[in-house]
Structure formats: C-alpha cells, structure tokens
C-alpha cells in the first residue's frame, strides 16, 4: 500500500474517532435535554450520524487490514500490476495515454489514477509490453496497446 493512501485513511479513522468520541456524544446529550426523544429531530439525526460514523470506522479498519496484506514481493516485474504506470497507445483516438494502476481509495482518472477495479484498470493487469487490450468501458469498447512499462519495482 503507498504511504500517501495509509496516511490518508488513518487520517480519517482519526477524524471520526474524534467525532465519535467527543463530538456526537455532545450533540446527544444536548438533543436529550430537548425532552420527547421519539419526535426529537436533533437526537434522531444525531444517532443516524453515529451509526453511520461507526460503520465507516469499521469499513476503513477492515480496508487498512486488506492493503496491510499485500505482499510487494509476489507483485510481477514485468507485467501490469497494483503501482504499476503504463503508457498506452489508445487505437479508437489515436493517442498516447498514460495511467498509473492505484487502490480505488487514490483513483483519479483526470489525473491518469486508475483503480484496480476499474474496467481499464483490470483489463490491463497481467499485460506484458505489446499485448492488445479491448475493454468494454461504459462509454462504449476502447482498444489499447501496452507501449511502455514501469512496475512498482522499478519506481522503488
């Protein structure tokens, strides 16, 4: 996992622990001194919040556990993989584009991020420098050639 995305997600399980901890239970306790809790529409907001908080915490933890997981030395040197930056030659456009093959949490395509999961992105992993790829995007079918190769070895 690249530093920037475990320091940015660790960066909100610190936020909303805060918010949790400190935050919610102030709101609650103020929405509890309204009175009637079944027509209280601050308590209510306030518990709908902490639950979404919780579940959010759990769902970054269990993530943060996944990318701890990954192990560099299983990931190929030379073929697309996770950090992999790739320049292909989009065929349909006929251009050079070049992405870099991230974790869904740090994709952006503006900037040529592409998720794993994305459909570019999963075509692509497992190709080798002068292999086609035709992906199916929701755009419509995009056809590619693998020009160049940079791993995540080969950045280190």
Not at 10 to 37: C, F, I, M, Q, T
Not at 66 to 83: H, M, T
Not at 86 to 108: F, M, P, Q, T
């Amino acid at each position: 996992m690249s530093e920037t995305l475990r320091r940015k997600l660790e960066e909100e399980v610190r936020a909303l622990e805060y918010e949790l901890n400190s935050e919610l239970p102030l709101e609650l306790k103020k929405a509890v001194a309204h009175g009637d809790l079944s027509e209280n529409a601050e308590y209510t907001a306030a518990r709908e919040r902490q639950d979404f908080v919780k579940a959010r915490l759990a769902q970054l933890g269990k993530r943060l556990s996944e990318l701890s997981l990954v192990n560099f030395n299983s990931i190929p040197r030379d073929r697309v993989s996770f950090g992999s930056t790739v320049v292909l030659y989009d065929v349909n456009r006929g251009v050079e584009v070049e992405y870099k093959i991230v974790a869904s949490e740090e994709a952006d395509v503006p900037k040529g991020l592409i998720s794993t999961s994305s459909p570019i992105g999963r075509s692509l992993l497992g190709k080798q420098v002068g292999d086609n790829v035709i992906v199916q995007t929701p755009s419509g079918k995009k056809e590619f050639e693998v020009l160049r190769l940079t791993t995540i070895h080969d950045e280190a």
